[in-house]
């Protein structure tokens, strides 16, 4: 058993994983796929810091997930990939894996002034410290907003998930809105 680099915790290799603790978090196992992410990612020194339960199955679709103190990891396959902060709570507000957005396919990426996004199956979560966590769903809208240069375009970040209106769609951003109604398509 040794003491982590920041003091906080402890740790034991084993020949199929780890058993990482803190008082805070308790004794969590990291292994497979999911430790190896996480290693790449820093261990606990990395955006995620320190597991806070263990790997389980994803209710619904074959994956699994373990959480961490500023995030998730989930494995599926699309790869192992972190989901954290404020997007992971959009990400929860809109279903996990089981909603429409289904499992992550990139871990965060950052983008201008100081954005992330990460990617997922159905579509993509933007973020910025001047606009917050929203999602923008593959098809229409997102080609739309894609077609004027995403968050570096015209319309800047998006500043609300879709939402119903008369006959479509309608999601605004930082200077403009997209609507889809029927099979049209227009950026305002």
Known sequence: ??????????FNHFQNGSIYWTPQTGAHPVSGDILAEWS???????PLGYPTADEIATPGKPGKVQGFEIGAMYSSANGTHAVLGMIMGKYGELGWENGWL???????????????????EGGNIYWSPGTGAWSVE???L????????YEGGRLGFPISDKFDIPGGVQQNFQFGYITVIGDKTEVH
Do not use: C, H, M, Y
Not at 5 to 10: A, E, F, H, T, V
Not at 40 to 46: F, P, S, T, Y
């Open 1 to 10: 058993e040794l003491g982590t680099p920041d003091g906080r915790g402890r």
């Open 40 to 46: 790449a990612q820093g261990w606990e020194g990395g």
């Open 102 to 120: 289904g499992f992550p396919k990139s871990n965060e990426v950052p983008i201008k002034d100081n954005g992330r996004f990460t990617e997922f």
């Open 138 to 140: 593959n098809g229409p």
């Open 142 to 149: 997102f080609d739309g907003w894609k077609s004027v240069g």
